[in-house]
């Protein structure tokens, strides 16, 4: 079980039933799989082996095998996989673009107000909550005028109206890793950073916000 080698470890992997991919592996000092890192649960697993430890072996291994079954890909990891449906965009710890499976099948419709760059979920794939109700153009008619004036995108994300689109990106990131709710923050209140960015970070979405203020 103990391997010294990439290829080694990968024909380990399969042979334990666990995915080999994303894989990251430096012999004594990195083991990190489907974006996890695993060293130490790993190197527990192998003593439990190595001392004849049936019982506590199968018992990491269930455990690594709770932990990767909920893969957290880059967007360059994503893009040699075939199927790319079945992922949806998340924000790491780090405040960049990461990708986590979708855990309600198919991918919902597309709204209106939906952001490209940036989605409302939990690092485990879990989206934070909904709006509900109607969507769309007509949805932002009918309440455009009452969610504009109980709430400005511009102070919320602490920049000006006239702010540039990389001021109020960078502004966004930096939040990001206060407020997101991996980091401790509080999801209602990181939903609102969010929404707020994906309106002002769109030219089309903001010209719009901007005649209704």
């Known amino acids: 079980m103990v391997s010294r080698s990439y290829n ?12 080999d991919y994303p894989l990251s592996f430096v012999p004594g000092r990195e083991l990190k799989l489907c974006g996890h890192h695993l060293r130490e649960e790993i190197n527990e697993m192998i003593h439990h082996w190595m001392t004849d430890e049936k019982d506590d ?24 996989l075939d199927s790319k449906e079945e992922w949806q965009k998340t924000l790491g710890p780090d405040g960049g673009v990461m990708f986590t499976r979708r855990q309600d099948g198919p991918p919902p419709p ?8 940036v989605i409302d979920v939990n690092p485990d794939g879990t989206r934070l909550g909904s709006s509900g ?3 769309g153009s007509a949805a932002r008619k009918e309440s455009g005028s009452k969610a504009v004036s109980e709430q400005d995108y511009y102070a919320l994300l602490g920049v000006s109206a006239t702010a540039s689109l990389q001021e109020i990106r960078t502004r966004f990131r930096a939040l990001v890793l206060t407020a997101h709710p991996e980091k401790g923050g ?3 209140t990181f939903h609102k950073l969010n929404k707020a960015y994906s309106v002002l970070s769109d030219p089309a979405k903001r010209q719009e916000y901007d005649a209704e203020r």
């Open 57 to 80: 072996f199968y018992s990491a291994l269930s455990k690594i095998k709770g932990i990767v079954s909920k893969p957290i890909l880059t967007e360059e990891e994503l893009d040699l």
């Open 186 to 188: 509080d999801p209602e």
């Open 8 to 19: 080694g470890m990968k024909e380990a992997l399969q042979l334990l039933g666990l995915p």
């Open 110 to 117: 597309q709204e209106d107000d939906d952001d490209e760059e």
């Open 133 to 135: 109700g109607t969507s």
